[in-house]
C-alpha cells in the first residue's frame, strides 16, 4: 500500500497558488518525500524531493512539516498547463519500490 | 534531468503475439529500473524490478511467464508481453535512477508504452 494520502482531486484557478497537502504520518527517518505529476497519457515528471528541509525549484515549493508528518507541493502561480495528477511519494533509496497512491486530481481553471 | 526513453510509443497487436517494450537511460546508466501498469482512470502499478544482469523481482499478482523482463545492459531493460489478450491492453511506463542508490536520486519515468490487443 502506498505510504501517503492525498485529497483526491483540487481546482485551482489560473494565476493563484495552488496548494497541494499529503499526509505521511509513518515516514520513517531516511525516507524523502517526493512530489511527481502526470499529465494525461504521458510518463509521470518529477518536480521536486526533500528529507526534512524546505525546497524550492524552478517549479515548485515544498514545505514539509516539523514532524515530517505532512507536507505541501506550492506551485506559485498556476497555470492551465498545471492541470494533472500529482502523486506525493515516500521513499528511501532509489533501489527502493515506489508504490503510487491515487494523487491528487488538479484542475487549474480559467 | 536525465532522460528514459521507451519504445514503441504506442502499438496494436492482434491476441496471442508478444509485444516488446524498450526502455532505455539515454544518458545515464540504470543498475535497477521498474516497470509500471497503468490501466484508464487508475494509478501506476508496479509491476517489477529490474535488475541488471540479474533475474526481475515481479510483484504479488504478476505472472512472471508471461511478463518477461530482461535487462541485459545497464542502459536497456525490455519487457515482453507474451501470448497476448484485450485484457493486457493498458499503459506501460518504466522508470530508471542516474544515482548511486540514495535517497536523494531522482526516479525518471519514460513517457509510456500503449499496449492495445485486439
Known amino acids: 500500500d502506498a505510504k501517503t494520502t492525498q485529497p483526491p482531486s483540487m481546482d485551482c484557478a489560473e494565476g493563484r497558488a495552488a496548494n497541494l497537502p499529503c499526509n505521511h504520518s509513518t515516514i520513517s527517518g531516511n525516507e524523502y518525500v517526493y512530489w511527481y505529476r502526470q499529465i494525461h497519457s504521458q510518463g509521470p515528471q518529477y518536480i521536486i524531493h526533500?528529507?526534512?528541509n524546505n525546497e524550492t525549484n524552478e517549479m515548485a515549493s515544498l514545505i514539509i512539516t516539523e514532524d515530517r508528518k505532512s507536507s505541501t507541493l506550492i506551485l506559485p502561480h498556476a497555470t492551465l498547463r498545471d492541470t494533472a495528477v500529482y502523486y506525493c511519494?515516500?521513499?528511501?533509496?532509489?533501489?527502493?519500490?515506489?508504490?503510487f497512491g491515487p494523487g491528487t486530481s488538479l484542475s487549474v481553471i480559467p | 534531468g536525465a532522460v528514459v526513453s521507451q519504445h514503441p510509443s504506442r502499438v496494436i497487436c492482434k491476441s496471442g503475439t508478444s509485444v516488446k517494450i524498450e526502455c532505455r537511460s539515454l544518458d545515464f546508466q540504470a543498475t535497477t529500473m521498474f516497470w509500471y501498469r497503468q490501466f484508464p482512470k487508475q494509478s501506476l502499478m508496479l509491476m517489477a524490478t529490474?535488475?541488471?544482469?540479474?533475474?526481475?523481482?515481479?510483484e504479488q499478482g504478476v505472472e512472471k511467464d508471461k511478463f518477461l523482463i530482461n535487462h541485459a545492459s545497464l542502459t536497456l531493460s525490455t519487457l515482453t508481453v507474451t501470448s497476448a489478450h484485450p485484457e493486457d491492453s493498458s499503459f506501460y511506463i518504466c522508470?530508471?535512477?542516474?544515482?548511486?542508490?540514495?535517497?536523494?536520486?531522482?526516479?525518471?519515468f519514460g513517457p509510456g508504452t500503449r499496449l492495445t490487443v485486439l
Open positions: 522508470s530508471a535512477s542516474d544515482g548511486q542508490g540514495t535517497g536523494t536520486d531522482t526516479q525518471y
Open positions: 529490474s535488475n541488471e544482469g540479474s533475474k526481475a523481482t515481479y
Open positions: 511519494i515516500v521513499r528511501g533509496t532509489s533501489y527502493d519500490k515506489v508504490i
Open positions: 526533500g528529507l526534512k
